[in-house]
């Protein structure tokens, strides 16, 4: 199967009343674990990179990877942008064949968030693709990028925020946070409240740590999209960290990598496994 169209993704989702997992790749190996993890539990979701990880790599290189790791599946994957910081990560992304964009203006004033997202939505839209935008400020820390303040969601704003950037995605802060080092708790009223006046659905970036429960209940709140990267870059490293505590002269880089592989590929198995048996 080809790299699906996030919007056949979506209407997929909707109509197997499924949650989507966004899984963070960095590499080669990365990517073809999360695919492998989706295609054997027989889900959808997306690879997903952000526009941190393409300094180690570019769009078009990931790309091709991401073709080349969906090829034998039977299930719908996307590829998509986390956390896109330009309009020109954004532009690269879709040139290159990413079927799915996320615009993080989140950081700016909200004119500006505004004017950013929709500069971006109306590229994409030109190409057929969804946009996800975000309003509010996630805590914890995403790669190398820290935020200590936590500025949730609005529901007052968020109305006039998707119908002015035209987005096709909102991702929200409602409590959850980036990373393993602090403790998401998930305001659902807050959630519910911004459901209501929201035109598109919801994701949460953050996931790992998110107890199975709590999105479960999420997903009656428009919760289409969860976003989930530590969880499997611990499998990724621990898998090499564990091999040199072991033997400090370990030098086995395609042993160690394969098995990488399959921790991450079940790990990714699990996460999909688990927010989908509900």
Excluded at 2 to 19: Q, R, S, T, W
Excluded at 28 to 48: R, S, V
Excluded at 92 to 107: E, Y
Excluded at 173 to 178: A, D, I, K, P, Y
Aim: contains cysteine.
């Amino acid at each position: 199967m080809k790299l699906v169209n996030g919007f056949d993704l979506m209407e997929y989702a909707k109509k197997y009343h499924h949650v989507l997992p966004a899984f963070n790749t960095t590499n080669l190996e990365m990517t073809y674990a999360i695919a492998d993890g989706l295609m054997k539990a027989n889900l959808p979701g997306y690879i997903q990179i952000s526009s941190n990880n393409l300094r180690l790599s570019n769009p078009q290189i990931i790309a091709l990877i991401a073709q080349d790791a969906v090829k034998k599946s039977e299930t719908p994957i996307g590829l998509h942008l986390d956390h896109g910081k330009s309009f020109e990560d954004v532009k690269a992304c879709v040139d290159a064949g990413f079927t799915s964009i996320m615009i993080d203006a989140s950081h700016l004033p909200f004119e500006e968030n505004v004017r950013e997202c929709r500069r971006a939505a109306e590229y994409c839209h030109f190409y057929g693709l969804p946009v996800e935008a975000e309003l509010g400020a996630i805590r914890g820390k995403e790669e190398d990028v820290v935020n200590e303040a936590e500025s949730k969601t609005d529901p007052d704003m968020v109305a006039d925020f998707v119908e002015r950037t035209g987005c096709d995605v909102l991702a929200v802060s409602v409590g959850n946070v980036h990373g393993l080092c602090l403790n998401p708790h998930i305001d659902i009223p807050l959630l519910a409240k911004i459901n209501q006046v929201s035109k598109v659905p919801l994701v949460l970036h953050g996931g790992s740590g998110i107890p199975k429960e709590v999105i479960w209940e999420a997903k009656k709140y428009g919760l289409i999209k969860i976003n989930y990267g530590s969880d499997l870059r611990k499998e990724f490293i621990s898998t090499f960290g564990k091999a040199y505590e072991q033997n400090h002269n370990e030098h086995d880089v395609i042993h160690l990598s394969l098995e990488a592989v399959n921790n991450v590929s079940a790990k990714a198995m699990e996460l999909v496994t688990m927010i989908n048996e509900h």
